[in-house]
């Protein structure tokens, strides 16, 4: 069954990553649909930041904008920037990003995207950086201890980031939301 390109989506599922097609306004969360809605100008001049950030990073063989990582058969999901471990296609990534790049504004819903980020996590992603763009700007840091735990600490603006194995240079915590 396919999913409309409609604004309404009015089937409750469970679908399949293979039923939403290119560009389509959803990810899907355990077959269920998640309206992925337009984001502000503060949000979207952010992110382009974050994209060149880690894409010029020497490493970084690909990285990508809004690119849906399929989890599993019912699982999309498309972080706001990210650094792919294989060649584009014109399908789906099929395997966790090892980076993840959310950018979290006023209005955000709080309990979808520590979802997300539990099921990156749960994937393979070894680390979620979610963007704070708020008054207090900072960087939240996710990963999993050896235990398996969801681990989390903030870097502030005047602080760096590093991901051993992924990244070849820190990167300035300011330099994912100001230019």
Not at 53 to 60: A, I
Not at 137 to 143: D, G
């Amino acid at each position: 069954m396919a999913i409309p390109r409609s604004s309404a989506l009015y089937a409750p599922g469970p679908f399949k990553a293979k039923d939403l097609p290119s560009k389509s306004s959803y990810e899907l969360d355990d077959g269920h649909p998640i309206q992925c809605l337009p984001t502000r100008a503060r949000g979207g001049t952010a992110q382009s930041l974050g994209a060149r950030v880690v894409g010029t990073d020497p490493m970084v063989k690909y990285s990508g904008v809004e690119v849906g990582f399929q989890l599993d058969s019912g699982t999309l999901r498309a972080p706001d920037v990210a650094i792919l471990n294989s060649v584009p296609n014109d399908g789906w990534a099929m395997s966790a990003p090892p980076l993840a790049i959310e950018y979290a504004d006023e209005g955000q819903d709080q309990p979808e995207l520590e979802r997300k980020i539990g099921q990156l996590l749960e994937a393979g992603t070894l680390a979620v950086w979610v963007v704070r763009l708020g008054r207090l700007r900072r960087v939240e840091v996710y990963s999993r201890d050896a235990g398996g735990a969801v681990i989390r600490h903030g870097a502030q603006a005047h602080e760096t980031l590093t991901l051993s194995g992924v990244l070849k240079h820190p990167v300035p915590a300011a330099a994912l939301f100001d230019a």
